[in-house]
Antibody, heavy 116, light 113 residues
Framework: EVQLLESGGGLVQPGGSLRLSCAASGFIFANYDVTWVRQAPGKGLEWVSGISSSVAGTHHADSVKGRFTISRDNSKNTVYLQMDSLRAEDTALYYC?????????WGRGTLVTVSS | DIVMTQSPDSLPVSLGERATINCKSSQSVLYSSNNKNYLAWYQHKPGQPPKLLIYWASIRESGVPDRFNGSGAGTDFTLTISSLQTEDVAVYYCQQYYETPRTFGQGTKLEIK
């Protein structure tokens, strides 16, 4: 089955760290860029970070630049989002999405809650 | 950054009636060298991941019912649902993929009148 599965979310205190994972199956993962998109409670969709298929290019939203790092391991069909110096405003449901310009395949998301 | 603005924020429509959602970008998302508009539409239902409906502004994703249609070019785009069904209740987002950051509209909540 073609799918993406996120994991690694949870409750963390402000200033803490989490690493999210996005595991792909059912397609040639190395051929695709991957993106993280989040949705804060009661808010809309926000693009967070993206990584190219070859790892040559990574991009981050200004709101997370310097705190979040996206990476991938094509041998494990997995993309990671290392999140440091977390803030309350990072509380959200984090989705990963397969990126062929547009996002044609999404995971079900993993919830990150930043609270003391 | 390209700002995507949708209207309306909320749209009540009777079953079987037409629903029209507008999306305006702060700059053109038409790439002149290939004449493609770098715009997509997504449907988002509670408890589910977003679902791609339309890409390149007017191409329907495989499996999407033909009552969903995308149109427009440059900076002004429209998603039309020709005959609203109960399963269409959702929040709809437009998104530009012309440049990074890949910005979304604020969303339009479609509901049954």
């Amino acid at each position: 089955e073609v799918q993406l599965l996120e994991s690694g979310g949870g409750l963390v205190q402000p200033g803490g760290s989490l690493r999210l994972s996005c595991a792909a199956s059912g397609f040639i993962f190395a051929n695709y860029d991957v993106t993280w998109v989040r949705q804060a409670p009661g808010k809309g969709l926000e693009w967070v970070s993206g990584i190219s298929s070859s790892v040559a290019g990574t991009h981050h939203a200004d709101s997370v630049k310097g705190r979040f790092t996206i990476s991938r391991d094509n041998s494990k069909n997995t993309v990671y989002l290392q999140m440091d110096s977390l803030r309350a405003e990072d509380t959200a449901l984090y989705y990963c999405a397969r990126n062929f310009w547009y996002y044609d395949l999404w995971g079900r998301g993993t919830l990150v809650t930043v609270s003391s | 950054d390209i700002v995507m603005t949708q209207s309306p924020d909320s749209l009540p429509v009777s079953l079987g009636e037409r629903a029209t959602i507008n999306c305006k970008s702060s700059q053109s998302v038409l790439y002149s060298s290939n004449n493609k508009n770098y715009l997509a539409w997504y449907q988002h239902k509670p408890g589910q991941p977003p679902k791609l409906l339309i890409y390149w502004a007017s191409i329907r994703e495989s499996g999407v019912p033909d009552r969903f249609n995308g149109s427009g070019a440059g900076t002004d785009f429209t998603l039309t649902i020709s005959s609203l069904q109960t399963e269409d209740v959702a929040v709809y987002y437009c998104q530009q993929y012309y440049e990074t950051p890949r910005t979304f509209g604020q969303g339009t909540k479609l509901e049954i009148k």
